[in-house]
């Protein structure tokens, strides 16, 4: 038992050194550790604010194209507004122009459609003219044929008187 007693002594006395070795090391350690860690917040800080500035950087020159563009869009569109106005004016003239001639139009075939209705009404009296005058030839021709039946009696009649 006494061997094993001092085994055990053996075997807690090589733990508590390592433990008294651990302990006067340890601050080193932890200020080994927090220094590493703070060196690496550091450069991770930094590199975030790098990439922040260059993403800042970015933005900003977006915005200045941006700027750009629509300073340029605003030329166009102004430019377009005088090329829309000048083409509606261009519009409205054509147009008064269309209804013009459109109006002139209707009138001429409302003077062709009189003239041809008055055409229509000559022609037709003329051809009810042409029907008298032929009827009016047919009286004349049955009056002379009587005139000439009654002038034939006559001189028969005169033949016979005379003889």
Not at 32 to 47: H, I
Not at 135 to 146: C, F, G, P
Request: negative net charge.
């Amino acid at each position: 038992i006494r061997r094993h007693t001092l085994e055990c002594l053996e075997e807690e006395t090589i733990k508590n050194s390592n433990l008294r070795f651990r302990m006067r090391n340890f601050p080193g350690e932890i200020i080994a550790e927090m220094t590493a860690l703070v060196t690496a917040a550091r450069e991770s800080s930094a590199a975030k604010i790098n990439q922040l500035q260059s993403a800042l950087k970015s933005i900003a020159a977006e915005i200045e194209l941006l700027d750009e563009k629509q300073t340029l869009c605003e030329r166009q569109n102004a430019a377009l507004c005088e090329e829309q106005e000048y083409l509606r004016k261009q519009y409205k003239e054509r147009v008064d122009l269309l209804n013009e001639r459109m109006a002139t139009k209707v009138n001429t075939n409302v003077l062709l459609i009189e003239t041809c209705d008055k055409t229509r009404d000559t022609e037709r009296e003329i051809i009810e003219a042409k029907a008298a005058l032929e009827e009016l030839k047919e009286k004349i021709a049955q009056k002379m044929s009587k005139l000439e039946k009654e002038k034939e009696e006559w001189d028969e009649k005169v033949k016979v008187l005379k003889c």
